[in-house]
């Protein structure tokens, strides 16, 4: 099993970018997907989850209205449309595949936001 993250990096406040999870090893289609985030001294936080049809999408308040989760079932991969980042944003982005007792992680992508 393996989740490849990417599109990670540094941007100015107000900017956006796409993160990308590559998925291998399992039926993606049956999982639902999920991004967390992690910042050092502090707990993985959800930030979106996707249903494994697409039908039904979840945001961290914080992230409402800036954030846009998708997936391509066809292709493996689930994504993360950011835009108006803000410095709060800044963490370690986490991709996760789950389904019923498997919970699959990949090594994360960092975004840092700042001026």
């Given at each position: 099993v393996q989740l490849v993250e990417s599109g990670g990096g540094l941007v100015q406040p107000g900017g956006s970018l796409r993160l990308s999870c590559a998925?291998?090893?399992f039926t993606f289609s049956t999982y639902v997907m999920k991004w967390y985030r992690q910042t050092p001294g502090k707990e993985r936080?959800?930030?979106a989850g996707i249903g494994s049809a697409s039908s039904r999408t979840n945001?961290?308040?914080s992230v409402k209205d800036r954030f846009t989760i998708s997936r391509d079932n066809a292709r493996s991969t689930v994504y993360l449309q950011m835009n108006n980042?803000?410095?709060?944003?800044?963490a370690v982005y986490?991709?996760?595949?789950?389904?019923?007792?498997d919970s699959y992680w990949g090594q994360g992508t960092q975004v840092t936001v700042s001026s």
């Open positions: 998925a291998s090893g936080e959800l930030v945001y961290a308040d980042l803000k410095p709060e944003d800044t986490y991709c996760n595949a789950w389904r019923f007792t």
